[in-house]
């Protein structure tokens, strides 16, 4: 089946400081990329959708400028938590839709958990 | 806006029981509906999907049909073992939303020995 990874699957990083995760479809390419973000014991939020070579799109109430993606290929995606805060730890997972397939399945990656202290 | 409601969790029960999971949704047209789970301390893995009314999706024992007229989507498995305790998401996908998923809250299913 679709494998998607993302790096690194935890980060711990000082107030202030920017951190980048990726997101790549291994075996499969991949159009559209979400970001979610999951709060401890809560279901997903979405917080971005990214498509190959154009800009992302945010949900309602999300900052595209502390969040800046970048989906510069068919099988990367990266999100950028720029001056990171104790309030932006989470965890953070993607998703990849198969292009070739073009079926109704998401793929997610594992997720990342990024602490800010 | 679309939504998905499925019921509260923790739904605590012993190995060899009856589980199920409620799962409601409110949506426009026709939407693709989906049971994603996640294990502790992984990622969301699809478990099952059906995409039209009336499809039963079926995965590791655990089954769900598509109803449109009761617009729900329960999770069904009819012997849990210790290696189901996770958490189950219910999630539909109507195109017109551009292929974004709507989740539920999640429900935390531990089945104990």
């Known amino acids: 089946g679709a494998v998607v990874s993302q790096h690194p699957s935890w980060v711990i990083c000082k107030s202030g400081t920017s951190v980048k995760i990726e997101c790549r479809s291994l075996?499969?390419?991949?159009?559209?990329m979400f970001w979610y973000r999951q709060f401890p014991k809560q279901s997903l939020m979405l917080m971005a959708t990214?498509?190959?070579?154009?800009?992302?799109?945010?949900e309602q109430g999300v900052e595209k400028d502390k969040f800046l993606i970048n989906h510069a290929s068919l099988t990367l995606s990266t999100l950028t938590v720029t001056s990171a805060h104790p309030e932006d730890s989470s965890f953070y997972i993607c998703?990849?839709?198969?292009?070739?397939?073009?079926?109704?399945?998401?793929?997610f990656g594992p997720g990342t958990r990024l602490t800010v202290l | 806006g679309d939504s998905v409601t499925q019921m509260e969790g923790p739904v605590t029960l012993s190995e060899e029981a009856f589980l199920t999971i409620n799962c409601t949704y409110t949506?426009?047209?026709?939407?693709?509906l989906f049971w994603y789970v996640q294990y502790p301390g992984e990622g969301l893995q699809l478990l099952l999907k059906?995409?039209?009314?009336?499809d039963k999706g079926s995965n590791k024992g655990f089954e769900a049909t598509y109803r449109k007229e009761t617009t729900s989507f329960h999770l069904e498995k009819g012997s849990v073992q210790v290696s189901d305790s996770a958490v189950y998401f219910c999630?539909?996908?109507?195109?017109?939303?551009?292929?974004?998923?709507?989740f539920g809250g999640g429900t935390r299913v531990l089945v104990k020995p």
């Open positions: 998703s990849a839709f198969d292009r070739i397939t073009s079926t109704d399945t998401q793929y």
């Open positions: 075996d499969f390419q991949a159009t559209t």
């Open positions: 990214s498509n190959e070579g154009s800009k992302a799109t945010y």
């Open positions: 949506a426009t047209g026709y939407p693709s």
């Open positions: 059906a995409t039209k009314a009336d």
């Open positions: 999630a539909l996908r109507n195109k017109a939303a551009g292929n974004k998923l709507t």
